[in-house]
């Protein structure tokens, strides 16, 4: 595994499935600026090793979303002193989503996201989980001296697409068409100076313009 000191993101792995686990400690063990601390096979192992570890990520595999599920990572919240929850899973239906966000996990994802999306996303819960507790100057972000107005409609736009959606899929969600969707967030991208979809998400979490405890979710690779 690769580290940049104390810029590389603590990361524990809980995974059932050896053949996933391996693939995960792979890709994700060669990416700079993560560090493995833990690879975990249950809840017991990794309930183990926490206090230790202080892991700022938990990446938890999963194949279903059962009940039975939501109470492991229910125990595994109360027990993490600090840090974000990623889960990845092979259920499609919102409600799964919605349960999980109730529990306090910051993203759900397909098994089958691209390798490049889950490090991102990844990067997006150690960057809330930096910030969750830095006090923050409303509707300010670093160097700038006047306040950023993003209108509602923007708003809801750049909290979904930290919810990990597409374009299509904030089109659906909020009934509108997908240029709509693509020509509001190219004024998001003005307004707030950012360079990509992440970049908007963080800029505008730092400068409170959208909730920075909401959860990051999506199975496909984000639009361009």
């Not at 391996?22 to 017991?44: K, T």
């Not at 963080?202 to 405890?213: E, Q, T």
């Amino acid at each position: 595994m690769k580290s940049d000191g104390n810029a590389s993101i603590r990361l524990l792995l809980l995974e059932g499935g050896s053949v996933y686990l391996a693939g995960l400690i792979s890709i994700l063990g060669c990416e700079s600026g993560v560090e493995i601390v833990a690879q975990c096979e249950n809840l017991i192992e990794a309930l183990k090793v926490l206090p230790q570890t202080l892991p700022d990520v938990v990446l938890v595999g999963v194949e279903r979303v059962t009940r039975q599920t939501e109470r492991h990572i229910a125990i595994l919240l109360d027990a993490m002193p600090r840090g974000q929850v990623v889960v990845l899973g092979y259920d499609d239906d919102s409600s799964v989503r919605q349960r999980l966000v109730r529990l306090g996990v910051r993203a759900y994802l397909s098994k089958a996201v691209p390798f490049r999306y889950l490090v991102s996303v990844v990067s997006m819960a150690h960057f809330y989980e930096l910030h969750s507790t830095q006090e923050r100057s409303s509707g300010e972000v670093a160097g700038d001296d006047h306040p950023m107005v993003l209108s509602e409609r923007e708003r809801e736009i750049v909290a979904l697409v930290a919810q990990a959606m597409t374009n299509a899929q904030i089109g659906r969600e909020l009934q509108i068409a997908e240029g709509t969707v693509k020509r509001h967030l190219s004024n998001v991208f003005t307004k707030l100076h950012a360079v990509s979809r992440i970049d908007a998400v963080n800029k505008a979490a730092a400068a409170r313009l959208i909730d920075g405890h909401q959860l990051v979710d999506g199975g496909t690779a984000p639009a361009r």
